[in-house]
Each structure stands twice: as C-alpha cells, then as structure tokens.
C-alpha cells in the first residue's frame, strides 16, 4: 500500500493527490453535465463550483474543532491535565466530510441568492459530481489509512490489513474495508444521480434523492468504523446526529420540492 507517490522527485501523499483528483473530476463532471443539459450557465457554474470548493475547505477543516471543543468543555476534568500540545493536535488536524458538505451547500445557497442563480438547479447538478468526488476521497482515505473499518475475520471478504508504516490504521490487523466499500457505493450513487439529473425534468429529484440516500448509508455505515476518536455523544456518533439531520433536512426538500414542481 503505497501512502506516497513519488513525482518529480517529490515524496507527495497519496491521499493530496486523490483530493486532487477529485476537485478536477468534479469540475469535469459539471462542466458534461451542464453541457448535456443546457439548464444552467457554464460560467454561472464554475464560478459557483469555486465557492462551493472554499466553503466545503472552510466547512471541512473547522467542524471538527468545533465538535472537539464541546468534547472538552463537557469532559473539563478530565482534559485539565492534558498538555496544551497534546490538547491542541486533539483537537485540530483532521478534515470532516459532513463539514465540508454543510459549508459547500451554505457558500452556494449564498451566492446563488446574491446573483440570482436558480438554488435548486444547481444543487440538481451538482450531487453527482460531489459523490463522485466524495468516491474518490475515500480511495485516498484507503490509502491514508483513516476513516478504517471495525476489526473483522482474517478471511473476511472485505477485510484490508496496513501495513506497519500505516499512517492512522491499525497495523497488521484484518480491518473491515470501510473506505472502498463507500467508495463503491458513492460511485454507484454517482452513476444513477448523473443519469437522473439528465433523463428527468423533474427540479429537485436528484438533489433529494442524494439527501436520502448518503446519509441512510453513512449512518449504517459508522456502526462499521473502528477510528472511534472520531467523536460519540450518547448511543450515536456526531456522523449519525448529522445524517439524521441531513436525512429530515432532505425529507423536508422533497416535500417543498414536489409541492413546488410534483417531483414524484
């Protein structure tokens, strides 16, 4: 498992040059499909691409302190003797996903509303370039060794173990293969989004039906990780508070969606 790659005699992460991957391949993705269906203005969309992309950064990189935070101001008495170093690296360095989600989507209602551009085709065009980019993320998450799975059978079907040099993961223990298996399904998800979004006049349908689907899929899938510092308050983990929430938040949009333009 390779976690660098050596370019040009530089010694890069896998992981950076996947997110890289993915960016460019989202922009792909959105320039075709807009392309396709001739719905929206291709300047309109790249230049609500690029602030999607700095709001999903933002998002993406100060959830988790923010969540890491409350942590410590409920957990006070047991974090007071931690050492202000290690208090900071526990609290800072590591991006989120659903961050990156919720910042994306509030930097491009924003800037839809300031200029007038429609919100809901936007989004309709935009889910299957995020899952497809998501899909790659978690290949880089492979390879980085975070988000990785509960401990499973050595046989097991799905199973991956790390290697020694494992930068997060557990090493020399069969782990159940949680980021490929994500990556599957968002690229799947990806593929029917995509085919949605140009087979149907239906405004709304495809960005609602990513609303449902990820995260019912991400809150299966979090009884399945194994990298539990990732943050549990009571029974759930903040991924499943967020999917539950995402998931009323997609219901709630369709039901607008389908007064609106009957959708369904």
Known sequence: MRTHMNIFGLDIPTYLLLIIVAVVSAWITLMLLAKKKKCLNTV??????LMALCGGIIGAVILRPIMRIITVVIEWEYFREVPAGVLLNYITGEIVFYGGLLGGMLAVFIFCRTFKISIASVFDL???ALALAHAIGRVGCYFAGCCYGIEVASNHPFSTVYPTNSLIAPPNIPLLNIPLIEATFLITLSSVLAYIYLKSKKIGLSASIYLLAYPTSRFIMEFYRGDIIRGRYGLMTTSQYISVIVFIFGLTYLWRMHRK????
């Open 126 to 128: 935009f889910v299957p």
């Open 261 to 264: 333009t009957k959708i369904i």
């Open 44 to 49: 309109d969309v790249s230049l609500t691409y």
